[in-house]
């Protein structure tokens, strides 16, 4: 059964080299209330996504910063428990897991200089298309001129 995660990146994806892929692992944390304990609480998520393309690689470095929404979905979930600062900790980790969504928040660049839009300019008459009953080109802005002269 495959599980899908949206969240807020509370720190940047850490990287690492896993073969000839780049992997990135990142961790979500999704908010809910809990009515027993009648307090906000959290479901930590981790997973670590993989590329062997260097522009993926780039896009992953540039957008799985801190603060970014991202959704990840993953074939299953696997339960992890490590000891914090605080005791005890489990997470849920999605295995197989891959990137749905990722925003930045960050305006993305060009990587090139803007050009000036070229200027539009009229095509010459007989490139139009546009002949009057003797076979002579004219533009459509003529039309007014050729009707007040009775052509």
Same mark, same amino acid.
């Given at each position: 059964?495959?599980?899908?995660?949206?969240?807020?990146?509370?720190?940047?994806?850490?990287?690492?080299?896993?073969?000839?892929?780049?992997?990135?692992?990142?961790?979500?944390?999704?908010?809910?209330?809990?009515?027993?304990?009648?307090?906000?609480?959290?479901?930590?998520?981790?997973?670590?996504?993989?590329?062997?393309?260097?522009?993926?690689?780039?896009?992953?470095?540039?957008?799985?910063?801190?603060?970014?929404?991202?959704?990840?979905?993953?074939?299953?979930?696997?339960?992890?428990?490590?000891?914090?600062?605080?005791?005890?900790?489990?997470?849920?980790?999605?295995?197989?897991?891959?990137?749905?969504?990722?925003?930045?928040? !960050?305006?993305?660049?060009?990587?090139?200089? @803007?050009? $000036?839009?070229? %200027?539009?300019? #009229?095509? *010459?008459?007989?490139?139009?298309?546009? !002949?009057?009953?003797?076979?002579?080109?004219? @533009?459509? $802005?003529?039309? %007014?001129?050729? #009707?007040? *002269?009775?052509?």
């Amino acid at each position: 059964m495959t599980t899908t995660v949206t969240g807020k990146l509370n720190q940047a994806a850490s990287e690492f080299q896993a073969g000839e892929s780049t992997g990135f692992g990142i961790r979500l944390g999704v908010q809910y209330y809990d009515r027993e304990a009648k307090s906000k609480q959290w479901t930590n998520y981790e997973c670590a996504l993989f590329s062997k393309n260097s522009n993926q690689v780039d896009f992953l470095r540039g957008n799985l910063v801190e603060g970014a929404i991202v959704e990840v979905t993953g074939q299953q979930l696997k339960i992890k428990q490590f000891d914090g600062q605080n005791g005890l900790k489990l997470s849920l980790e999605l295995i197989d897991a891959k990137l749905g969504y990722v925003h930045s928040g !960050q305006a993305q660049a060009p990587q090139q200089p @803007a050009q $000036q839009a070229p %200027q539009y300019q #009229q095509p *010459a008459p007989h490139a139009m298309g546009y !002949q009057d009953v003797n076979g002579n080109p004219y @533009a459509p $802005q003529d039309v %007014q001129r050729y #009707q007040k *002269a009775g052509v």
